[in-house]
Every structure is written in structure tokens, then in C-alpha cells.
């Protein structure tokens, strides 16, 4: 449970209420993590380290693969956004749970119903802010997925032109949509995030005032910090025994068998971990929606927003099949010449294939589940497997299982 602090109370005492506002200065630990008076402040260790929001273009722009937002400037109201992004006042209202008229806090967060120009050289911008070395599906494919027609036909695209050396990079935060009842306190324990760093992304008010249907950016995860913090708790680890870990347990009198000659080849082996099972291959049953792409193992699992899909490797110029019925809807390239397949499925579904090679179907073409479309490349022999409804990414693992 969340607790928030009251606007006011009435302190005895300079000294106490120093205290006080030191401690909210702080790392305020507003869920109370037991131990309450131990000396034990917990709050910024159980919250993860946060980056720092992107810089907008001049019009207040931010722009991501899958959205756009607005950051409003000083004494802005909704019309100034209005006239500055070229989208109508009432339409920005209604997107965001605000009245037209409604005088904004600088730094809050406008949300855009539809796509504006990119930030450019022109508008003070360096463009879009796409992961660091990632893969933007949306922004890759997404033109030719929306141009697909009915029609069996070839098509050569160009490969995408890489970004600005400039261009902000970043991950794309989590939207969140402010539902009733929801305070700044509850949505940043849910998210694992502190309240002060929720509220400098949003530009949120000293009393941390949300409203229902307002749009808040999560923020995202410092790189460096996350980083930082593995490696931290790798070398505490290593650092640090078990009980009894290097000891070895004597062999009791009852043992029928005798002792192994060599110590240290026993020791291996009993060392040795168990192999993990090979997930994609324990394919789909006959009721799941979907099938495994590619026979072998799992590399890297699904996380929204850090890796839209799962990766899969095996074996070199293995076959990646459809993993339901569809149609290709688009073959592409990205800058580095990596290609990637798009079918398109009922129910607005769409799956990814990026990274592949040898394709064997034209954009067009009506494949069944389990039909090769392509094959693993020789190097870095492994797919990314994308499920999109529309264009949201979803974990797949339901539709695998």
C-alpha cells in the first residue's frame, strides 16, 4: 500500500521539522518495507536508477518509434501547444483529459493523437529517439506494412538510412494512462521507479497532482546505472560463500561404493550444471495459436520496451517458418543490410521475422504455419520474433504456449 505525505502538519520544533523535510528531500521509503524505525532506509535501493528524459525540439516535441509526445514551455495553454505542433486544441484535449482552455505546467506532458513532422535541423531537433544499437521495427517495416496491398507481388525496398550522428538515443518509456483512484505514489511503486523521478519526466507539481486519463511517460532505466548495479552485485557475489560452499561432505561408512581415484575429475562432474531445456523446441501444441519460428533456444526472453520480441538462436541456415497462417506483408532492410519478414494474420495480428536470410516467399504470398520462409544466416545465426497487434508489440509467449 502507497501512503502520501499531508500538505500540511503542525511540527514543535525547528529541529523536527528540519528533519522532516530532510527526509522528504531524500529517499522518502513510502511503502514501508517492515523494520519501521531500524535505521534502514531502503527506498533508493528498491527503486530502479532512471534515465534522463530526451531534450525536445523547439516546438516541444519528443518523438519515439511507436508515439510523440509535447512538453509544454513556460506559461503554455493548451492552444499554444496547439499552434505549435499543428494539431487542433480539442483534439489534444480529448487525447489528454483536458479542458481547451486549461493553462499547462512547464515540463508537462501533452500526448499527441497522431504523428507531427520528425524533429529536425529545422525544428531545433536531431529526429527520432530510437534504442541504442536496437532494432525499430515500426519505424523499419511499418511504411511497408501499411502500403501492403491485396496483390502477389516482388518488392525491392531501400534500406533504411541510419540516424543523424546526433540523434538522441534511448529507450522508449511505457505510456501510462492515469485511471481513477491512480496517485503519482501508486503508479511509481508499480513501475518500480521513485516518485520524484515520475514527476520530473511529467513535470508533475510539488503535491504530485495527476488526473484521470492523463498520459505519464515511465521512466526508463539508466543504462549505465543498470549496468553499473550488475556488476556490483556480480563481484558481491563472487565475493561472497554460501555456508559450506568448498567444504566437501564425507562420505558416510555405509557407502557400498568405493571412492573415485581422481578427486578433482569427480568434483567436476558433480559440479558440472545441468543442461537447460531446449524451449522452442517443445513446440506449440496443436491448440496454441502459434508455433516456434526456429528449432532451438531461447536467448534473450520478451521485455516491453527493451527487447519487443524473443530471440531465438540455432543452427546456420536452419529454416524460420511462418508461425501461423497469413500473408507476407512486407520484406525489408535495415541500414546494416539485416533483413526482416512481416506477415500479416487475422484479427489485426501481425509477426516479425528480423534477421534472416535466403528468403523463399515475395511480399504477397499466402503462407501456412510451419512453411519455410527463410533461413538462419551463417553469422549471428538467430532470429528476433516479433508478435504486433497493430503495431503495439506483445509478449508471444501466450500465443505460443
Not at 517492515?34 to 533508493?44: A, E, F, I, Y
Not at 525499430?136 to 496483390?151: E, F, Y
Not at 504470398?365 to 538462419?376: H, P
Amino acid at each position: 500500500m502507497a501512503y502520501s505525505l499531508p500538505k500540511s502538519a503542525r511540527l514543535i520544533g525547528t529541529g523536527l521539522a528540519l528533519c522532516v523535510l530532510a527526509a522528504c528531500e531524500g529517499g522518502f521509503d513510502y511503502d514501508f518495507r517492515g523494520d519501521v524505525g531500524g535505521g534502514l532506509d531502503t527506498s533508493d535501493a528498491a527503486l530502479t536508477a532512471t534515465a534522463k528524459r530526451p531534450a525536445p525540439d523547439d516546438r516541444g516535441v519528443i518523438s519515439y518509434p511507436n508515439y510523440q509526445v509535447a512538453v509544454a514551455q513556460r506559461g503554455d495553454t493548451l492552444q499554444d501547444v496547439s499552434q505549435r505542433v499543428g494539431i487542433p486544441a480539442e483534439e489534444l484535449a480529448r487525447t489528454n483529459g483536458i479542458a481547451v482552455d486549461a493553462t499547462l505546467r512547464q515540463d508537462e506532458i501533452i500526448a499527441l493523437p497522431y504523428r507531427v513532422a520528425e524533429p529536425s535541423a529545422a525544428t531545433g531537433g536531431s529526429g527520432m529517439v530510437t534504442p541504442p544499437g536496437g532494432v525499430d521495427i515500426a519505424a523499419l517495416a511499418g511504411g511497408a506494412i501499411n502500403n501492403a496491398d491485396t496483390s502477389v507481388q516482388t518488392e525491392t525496398l531501400q534500406p533504411v538510412a541510419k540516424p543523424p550522428k546526433d540523434a538522441p538515443t534511448g529507450v522508449e518509456p511505457i505510456k501510462h494512462i492515469v485511471k481513477r483512484g491512480e496517485t503519482a505514489f501508486t503508479i511509481a511503486r508499480l513501475y518500480n521507479v521513485s516518485v520524484r523521478a515520475l514527476a520530473e519526466w511529467n513535470g508533475l507539481g510539488s503535491d504530485f497532482t495527476i488526473r484521470e486519463n492523463q498520459t505519464l511517460l515511465i521512466p526508463p532505466a539508466d543504462p549505465a546505472a543498470e549496468k553499473k548495479a550488475q556488476q556490483a552485485a556480480a563481484t558481491s557475489a563472487a565475493a561472497t560463500s554460501k555456508p559450506g560452499e568448498g567444504s566437501r561432505t564425507p562420505t558416510p561408512p555405509s557407502a557400498s561404493q568405493p571412492l573415485p581415484d581422481d578427486s578433482a575429475t569427480a568434483a567436476a562432474a558433480t559440479l558440472e550444471p545441468p543442461k537447460g531445456p531446449d524451449l522452442s523446441k517443445e513446440q506449440s501444441a496443436s491448440t496454441a495459436a502459434m508455433s516456434y519460428p526456429v528449432s532451438g533456444k531461447i536467448i534473450r526472453p520478451y521485455a516491453k520496451g527493451k527487447n519487443n520480441g524473443i530471440d531465438i538462436a540455432g543452427d546456420a541456415g536452419a529454416p524460420v517458418s511462418a508461425a501461423a497462417d497469413g500473408k507476407v506483408a512486407a520484406i525489408t532492410t535495415d541500414a546494416d543490410d539485416v533483413t526482416i519478414l512481416v506477415v500479416r494474420h487475422p484479427n489485426n495480428l501481425m509477426t516479425v521475422y528480423y534477421n534472416v536470410a535466403d528468403v523463399k516467399v515475395a511480399k504477397g504470398t499466402n503462407v501456412k504455419r510451419g512453411q519455410a520462409m527463410a533461413a538462419l544466416p551463417a553469422e549471428n545465426a538467430f532470429v528476433h520474433f516479433e508478435v504486433r497487434d497493430g503495431f503495439d508489440s506483445v509478449d508471444p509467449a501466450p500465443y505460443l504456449k
